[in-house]
């Protein structure tokens, strides 16, 4: 009888440290795999050096990439706390669709009772977008905006077949216009919302290791 194959990794990028702070203070459960949590830094270009030395190390071949963190929403009605589940993400460079949406917003409504879960296109900035430039974006189709997504699984993509999502969670919308990163923490929901995000993506990751029929 042949060996079964090495249960497939995950690897969930972040920019922050307060993102990450967030994802390791977690519910915790079985991803059905090895999990590699990864700060890459503020904006697009250090996100696509970050994920792109991480994903030549062997172990992480084939890797799952689940692009997670803060966003701006751009749809008038947001708020902070609220979800977001790319359809696809979005930059200069192009767009990449992303996996596994329906299943995504299914666990995160489980896992999240009452928050509100968004889909459509998430796209990047260089960046902190803010007054009209919301609008702008928003006219092109996208539902939010973030530095870093992008980036993450345009470099994923490149590095090798594999499947790639991403979820955010909002921290300013039109009608709550944040101030500074800093505020987070301090009283708006979002990092309580991020902290529990965790179960929702291990069976993300669990259901792209079923055989399909």
């Given at each position: 009888?042949?060996?079964?194959?090495?249960?497939?990794?995950?690897?969930?990028?972040c920019a922050l440290g307060i993102e990450h702070l967030a994802l390791r203070a977690g519910e915790r459960g079985d991803?059905?795999?090895?999990?590699?949590?990864?700060?890459?830094?503020?904006?697009?270009?250090?996100?696509?050096?970050?994920v792109t030395r991480v994903l030549a190390d062997p172990?992480?071949?084939g890797a799952a990439v689940l692009a997670t963190g803060f966003c701006a929403g751009l749809a008038p009605g947001m708020h902070p706390g609220d979800l977001v589940v790319a359809e696809e993400t979005r930059d200069p460079r192009g767009s990449v669709p992303c996996v596994g949406?329906?299943?995504?917003?299914?666990?995160?409504?489980?896992?999240?009772?009452g928050r509100t879960v968004h889909t459509g296109p998430l796209t990047g900035s260089d960046h902190v977008v803010r007054?009209?430039?919301?609008?702008?974006?928003?006219?092109?189709?996208?539902?939010?905006v973030d530095m870093e997504?992008?980036?993450?699984?345009?470099?994923a993509v490149r590095a090798g077949e594999r499947p790639v999502a991403a979820v955010r969670v909002v921290v300013d919308a039109p009608e709550h216009e944040l101030v500074r990163i800093g505020t987070v923490r301090g009283g708006i929901s979002a990092f309580r919302v991020l902290r529990s995000v965790l179960p929702a993506f291990f069976e993300w990751h669990r259901s792209l290791l079923l055989p399909r029929r």
């Open positions: 009888m042949s060996p079964m194959p090495a249960p497939a990794p995950l690897l969930i990028a991803a059905g795999g090895p999990v590699t949590v990864l700060r890459t830094g503020m904006g697009p270009r250090a996100a696509e050096r970050s172990a992480l071949t949406t329906e299943l995504l917003v299914k666990e995160l409504v489980r896992t999240l009772p007054g009209h430039e919301r609008s702008d974006l928003l006219a092109t189709g996208a539902i939010a997504s992008a980036a993450t699984l345009l470099s």
